[in-house]
């Protein structure tokens, strides 16, 4: 069984949202680093650049394969984490903590609405 925190939001793109204040931040889940395998490097965006929803925001890739990041909320970086250039297999140990990915300054909140519960996300995986 995977790892679905209760205090976080998902897509069905395997993106998880944490609420800080008025940003976000967003990683992937332990499904998405689980079926991915050992993750051997992570690209991620520059600070200031901002994406709509769904748009691609990265890439991750792994022993098996590459895998597109997308945007779940529309919206500016302002953090990005830049220890997954040297340690990228905080992805697969800690995926909601020294895994995260970057941090958002929402351009709407109403994008918020569009995403899964924690229940719903475990049905999504069939977990």
């Known amino acids: 069984m995977s790892n679905i925190p209760e205090n976080l939001l998902y897509t069905s ?18 499904h998405a680093q689980n079926s ?3 993750v ?18 990265g890439v991750v890739e792994s022993v098996k394969a590459a895998s597109d990041l997308f945007m779940p ?16 297999e905080s992805v697969n ?11 958002i300054r929402p351009s709407s909140e109403s994008d918020i609405k569009s995403l899964l519960s924690p229940n719903l996300y475990k049905q999504e995986i069939g977990d």
């Open 40 to 57: 051997t490097f992570v690209e991620l965006p520059s600070i200031g650049e901002s994406f709509d929803v769904q748009a691609v925001f």
């Open 36 to 38: 991915l395998g050992d």
């Open 13 to 30: 793109d395997h993106e998880w949202v944490r609420t800080e204040g008025e940003e976000y931040v967003i990683g992937i889940t332990d």
């Open 73 to 88: 909320i529309a919206g500016e970086i302002i953090d990005i984490n830049e220890g997954l250039n040297d340690s990228p």
């Open 93 to 103: 140990s800690d995926p909601y903590q020294s895994g995260w990915m970057i941090r």
